[in-house]
């Protein structure tokens, strides 16, 4: 017989696949207010836990931080290692889906790994390991983590899991464009997902399926309806991150096959999705993919308009890492405009961030296209003598 805590996790975790997630709050309510009373802690952080990934699934990312904030310090007081890294994932997640807080996410996720390794806790060190390599910069990372999660899922028999990092793994081949590999993993990852009758991940999956079959010409238009699909179940769901990642996926299908007006539609949703659930950073990505539309539509003027107000939100939402993107994005534009001067100081901003953040990788390529700009300007100076004007 399980005990309240094991029956609580196990009813959030089978109303989270099916996204039932309004039906998550209302219980995890009561819950809270039934464990606060009875001073049964580890109940209460479980609540908390999933009222956290509820409201974060609703797009509620406020409400969410500041519940796995309490169940952080809760499972702390309590001197509970796997509640602390419950925790730790949540709000790994919600950095990450919610604030595109990609340093904060890993730092959590780092965290919940070691604490999951020195307690030897499998299942949680794979769940941990997950994390990181979905956030992963290189592909090739993503792809190590996720035949490690697969081997621990298969020795823990966990199907769940093991199409999670699948999925995982198909992803790492679509960055490297290696589809038939992608699709043949994601058609694995889907029979799981199936079997372990988790509706939202089986969603996703479709969706990525689409993305893969979107990139040949003779199976696009069947992609772009899987794409629709997984949205319109997203929409169904009200998974909002879901939902907003699946209207890039399809601007960014919409772009690549020079369908430009319907790439704009999608973005247009994302703005709109965005405003709608009142959140500042899925408004500033958004306006940032808008800056890229109108690069790609050779309108210069209009990408600045777009990347310097992208900038200023992630100022304003305090994300320091997407405004040194958009300010060097700034100065992509304008030295595409043989505005050199202008485009060395917005490189000069983003440098500035870049190291403040101890990223030196992204500090070295903005310092080396600084160094590209007075090469460019002397160059169209020469030009300038020989009686050949400078073209962007």
Same mark, same amino acid.
């Given at each position: 017989?399980?005990?309240? /805590? ?6 959030i ?8 997630f ?17 001073? *049964? @802690? ?11 990934g509820?409201q ?22 309590? *001197?509970?290692t796997?509640l602390?890294?419950? #925790?730790?994932?949540?709000r ?6 919610g ?9 959590d ?13 499998m ?12 956030? #992963? ?10 035949w490690?999660?697969i081997?621990?899922?298969?020795e823990?028999?966990?199907? @769940?899991?093991?199409?999670r ?25 889907? *029979? ?5 009758h ?18 040949d ?7 772009i309806?899987?794409?629709? /699909? ?18 890039? /996926? ?7 096959a020079?369908q ?14 965005s405003?709608?659930? @009142? ?31 992208a ?7 305090g994300?320091?890492?997407y405004?040194?993107?958009?300010l060097f994005?700034l ?18 901003e983003a440098r ?9 990788r ?7 296209s ?8 002397f ?9 050949? *004007?400078?073209?962007?």
């Amino acid at each position: 017989m399980r005990t309240k /805590t094991e029956s609580l996790r196990y009813d959030i975790a089978e109303l989270m696949k099916s996204g039932a997630f309004n039906e998550i709050v209302d219980r995890c309510h009561v819950e809270l207010t039934l464990a606060r009373r009875e001073n *049964r @802690q580890s109940v209460e952080v479980i609540a908390l836990l999933g009222l956290a990934g509820a409201q974060c699934s609703l797009g509620h990312f406020a409400f969410a931080r500041d519940y796995v904030n309490q169940a952080i310090e809760l499972a702390r007081e309590i *001197r509970s290692t796997g509640l602390s890294i419950d #925790a730790l994932n949540a709000r790994a997640r919600i950095a990450r889906e919610g604030f595109f807080q990609t340093a904060e996410a890993s730092e959590d996720y780092l965290s919940a790994v070691d604490q999951a390794f020195e307690a030897g806790d499998m299942r949680r060190y794979a769940q941990s390991l997950l994390g990181l390599g979905e956030i #992963a910069a290189n592909p090739s990372d993503s792809s190590k983590h996720a035949w490690r999660v697969i081997d621990i899922a298969r020795e823990i028999n966990d199907g @769940q899991l093991e199409a999670r990092a699948i999925l995982l793994l198909s992803n790492a081949f679509i960055r490297q464009a290696d589809y038939k590999k992608a699709n043949d993993g994601l058609l694995v990852a889907l *029979r799981k997902a199936q079997t372990a009758h988790d509706r939202l991940l089986e969603s996703v999956i479709i969706g990525q399926q689409g993305l893969v079959l979107a990139q040949d010409s003779e199976t696009s238009k069947r992609g772009i309806e899987q794409q629709l /699909t997984a949205l319109e179940v997203a929409r169904g769901m009200e998974a909002i991150f879901h939902e907003f990642m699946r209207l890039y /996926t399809l601007a960014m299908t919409m772009s690549a096959a020079a369908q430009f007006d319907e790439a704009r539609n999608y973005l247009d949703q994302m703005l709109a999705l965005s405003q709608d659930v @009142q959140h500042k950073p899925y408004e500033m990505y958004t306006l940032g993919m808008l800056g890229q539309w109108q690069e790609m539509r050779a309108e210069p003027d209009i990408a600045v308009a777009f990347y310097g107000r992208a900038a200023d939100t992630a100022r304003e939402v305090g994300n320091p890492a997407y405004e040194a993107r958009y300010l060097f994005a700034l100065g992509s534009v304008y030295q595409s405009k043989w505005d050199f001067e202008g485009a060395r100081r917005k490189f000069i901003e983003a440098r500035v961030i870049y190291r403040s953040l101890d990223d030196g990788r992204n500090a070295t390529r903005v310092s080396a296209s600084i160094v590209y700009s007075y090469i460019l300007a002397f160059a169209s100076k020469i030009m300038t003598l020989m009686g050949m *004007r400078p073209k962007s």
